[in-house]
Every structure is written in structure tokens, then in C-alpha cells.
T-cell receptor
Framework: GEDVEQSLFLSVREGDSSVINCTYTDSSSTYLYWYKQEPGAGLQLLTYIFSNMDMKQDQRLTVLLNKKDKHLSLRIADTQTGDSAIYFC?????????FGTGTRLQVFP | DVKVTQSSRYLVKRTGEKVFLECVQD?????MFWYRQDPGLGLRLIYF???????EKGDIPEGYSVSREKKERFSLILESASTNQTSMYLCASSLSQGSNTIYFGEGSWLTVV
């Protein structure tokens, strides 16, 4: 179908790495995005990757893109309690963004 | 800083009422979007607009309409609210066609009773 899919929940211990996975559908997507939503707030753009890249690193965040499998992942190193939020992946289709269901990351001490 | 402002954070409306959700952006962006967010469904696009007086249907336009009379303002209208429209509504904007950054407002929680 046309869905961008993510698992709904992820729970990690503080200090560990978190890996949030996403599968998308449109092989012609130019950009793929990760957004973060904290409780009661809108979405903030965390990072994005251009479709001709395999990997992008930005401080504690690493994005991996497997175009063959249409798989995108976000790794958060040294996860902190402040990273607890919902994380959405999104793919660009023309001028629209199509979002996944969101993964709720819970970080426990 | 880009600012997308949704005028109402929390609304409670009765079934059958007409509801207006207002969104304003201050960065002269061409594109504006309305999404709704529901648990387990992520964000779904309702309508978007490339320019003043232009609108395009998104994935779930039924029961909604929009208005873009000025570039900075994009309104979402529920002509006759129903309980299944209880949701979080998110407005967003981006600079132009092909822009790779979309900015979101804080969201409007609408409850229809």
C-alpha cells in the first residue's frame, strides 16, 4: 500500500543506543526525514537525508538509508530521558510529506 | 526563527457546529498544510495549498474544507463537526515547491461532543 510503517513503541535504558526503524514505499522520494514530537507539542525536524546518501551523522544522531529495501533508521547514541518522545519518519512525495505512524520512545533510568 | 502559529490549542465543540481552525506563518512561505494526528495512524494530510487561493486535497479531505485568502493564513473548516473528527490538528508550512523543510505549529486539540 501507500503506508510508511514504523513500530509503535520502543523502550530503552538511559545511556544505551536507540534504533528506530521505518519502511517507506516510494522509491522516487527525494528526501527522507525524521521528526520528533514531545508531549503536547508540534513536530520538530530532527534530521533528513537525501536519497542518494547511505548515511548521515549529526552529533548523537545517525541516519541509515537502504534504498534497495526502502528502509530508514534513526540511531540515537547515549539516549537520555530528554529523548523520550514520538519519532516520525516521513518521505517526500512531490510537495507533500507522507508520515509514518510514529514510534513512541520511552527512556528509563 | 520560523513561526507557525495555531490560534487555538484546545477546543470543545458540539456535533453539527461549524469549526474554524486558524493557522498563520510569518516567513512568507508558499506552501501550507493541514494534517490530523491520531494514535496509531500517524499524521494524515487533509489539505494543502501552494499559493493564495489555491488548494489541493490530501489523503483525507472528506468533511473538511480550507481557505487561503492571504499568503500567511491557512484556515481549516469543519462545516458540520462530527465526533469522528475529534483529533489533534497540525498546521505546517514550507518555503516553496521542492523545499526540504516543513515547519509545524504546536497543534490544536479538537474534541467534538
Amino acid at each position: 500500500g501507500e503506508d510508511v510503517e514504523q513500530s509503535l513503541f520502543l523502550s530503552v535504558r538511559e545511556g544505551d543506543s536507540s534504533v528506530i526503524n521505518c519502511t517507506y514505499t516510494d522509491s522516487s522520494s527525494t528526501y527522507l526525514y525524521w521528526y520528533k514530537q514531545e508531549p503536547g507539542a508540534g513536530l520538530q525536524l530532527l534530521t533528513y537525508i537525501f536519497s542518494n546518501m547511505d548515511m548521515k551523522q549529526d552529533q548523537r544522531l545517525t541516519v541509515l538509508l537502504n534504498k534497495k529495501d526502502k528502509h530508514l533508521s534513526l540511531r540515537i547514541a547515549d539516549t537520555q530521558t530528554g529523548d523520550s518522545a514520538i519519532y516520525f519518519c516521513a518521505e517526500s512525495r512531490g510537495d507533500k510529506l507522507i508520515f509514518g505512524t510514529g514510534t513512541r520512545l520511552q527512556v528509563f533510568p | 526563527d520560523v513561526k507557525v502559529t495555531q490560534s487555538s490549542r484546545y477546543l470543545v465543540k458540539r456535533t453539527g457546529e461549524k469549526v474554524f481552525l486558524e493557522c498563520v506563518q510569518d516567513m512568507d512561505h508558499e506552501n501550507m498544510f493541514w494534517y490530523r494526528q491520531d494514535p496509531g495512524l500517524g499524521l494524515r494530510l487533509i489539505y494543502f495549498s501552494y499559493d493564495v487561493k489555491m488548494k489541493e486535497k490530501g489523503d483525507i479531505p472528506e468533511g473538511y474544507s480550507v481557505s487561503r485568502e492571504k499568503k500567511e493564513r491557512f484556515s481549516l473548516i469543519l462545516e458540520s463537526a462530527s465526533t469522528n473528527q475529534t483529533s489533534m490538528y497540525l498546521c505546517a508550512s514550507s518555503l516553496s515547491q521542492g523545499s526540504n523543510t516543513i515547519y509545524f505549529g504546536e497543534g490544536s486539540w479538537l474534541t467534538v461532543v
